[in-house]
């Protein structure tokens, strides 16, 4: 089994930034891609960044140029840098992780969610 827990949502005024954090932990267990969703009010969950614990990103087209995701291997940790930020990234914030336990690779674990709220 492995938690994931989320840190770093708020408000703040547009063209503000802030930084997310989601550290993953449990047992037995390796990091494959970690990554963020957002889902705002009426609307469905969406990527927002992945990245594989080598560092390949992929970014959803919305936040590119504005939002940056990075990972610490040694801490189980992944990041989401997000500037210039404006009213249509308000959203509860998502972690997830694709993990290998046990050689078994798939599992999939969700945060429990973080508010970012932007203010106009």
């Known amino acids: 089994q492995v938690q994931l827990v989320e840190s770093g949502g708020g408000l703040v005024q547009a063209g503000g930034s802030l930084r997310l954090s989601c550290a993953a932990s449990?047992?037995?267990?390796?990091?494959?891609?970690m990554g963020w969703y957002r889902q705002g009010p009426g609307n469905q969950r969406e990527l927002v960044a992945t990245t594989t614990s080598s560092g390949s990103t992929n970014y959803a087209d919305s936040v590119k140029g504005r939002f940056t995701i990075s990972i610490d291997n040694a801490k189980n940790t992944v990041y989401l840098q997000m500037n210039s930020l404006k009213p249509e990234d308000t959203a509860v914030y998502y972690c997830k992780a694709i993990v290998v336990i046990r050689k078994i690779y798939g599992y999939q674990y969700w945060g429990q969610g973080t508010q970012v709220t932007v203010s106009s």
């Open positions: 449990g047992s037995d267990f390796s990091i494959n891609t």
